[in-house]
């Protein structure tokens, strides 16, 4: 046995906190967006909130003391990813933000709704 100590390896490659941080991210500029340009503060604000909410309780569900503490907050970033993903597509569809913006965030939301329902289903159904 050694006399060194070495700290435990920290898990760096926990791909729905990175991508939902990288998405949050996104969002954040996104708002500056079209508050500047469009002046548009209501739906800028909703997109704000719910978008980086994602993230935020994705960190939370990491931090969770139980198991039903952890699907509890996977759970609400889930629905937060929904109600983002209803406010890129009315801004899309609304020509606030240009399709193709439109398009590269809705795809980043769907990718993390696709990642956050498999984490939801295996942890509702553990053995199937």
Known sequence: MSGKWTKPRQQTDNIIQE?????????????????????????????????????????????????????????????????????LRLLRDSKIIKPNLADSLLEDCTELLKIIGSIIKTLKNPHS
């Open 19 to 87: 991508k939902s941080y990288s998405f949050a991210l996104r969002v954040i500029q996104l708002n500056k967006l079209i508050i500047t340009e469009n002046k548009e503060f209501v739906i800028g604000r909703q997109i704000l909130k719910s978008g980086t909410s994602i993230g935020a309780n994705i960190e939370e569900a990491i931090g969770a003391q139980s198991r039903k503490d952890f699907l509890s907050k996977v759970s609400i970033s889930y629905k937060e990813a929904r109600e983002t993903h209803y406010w």
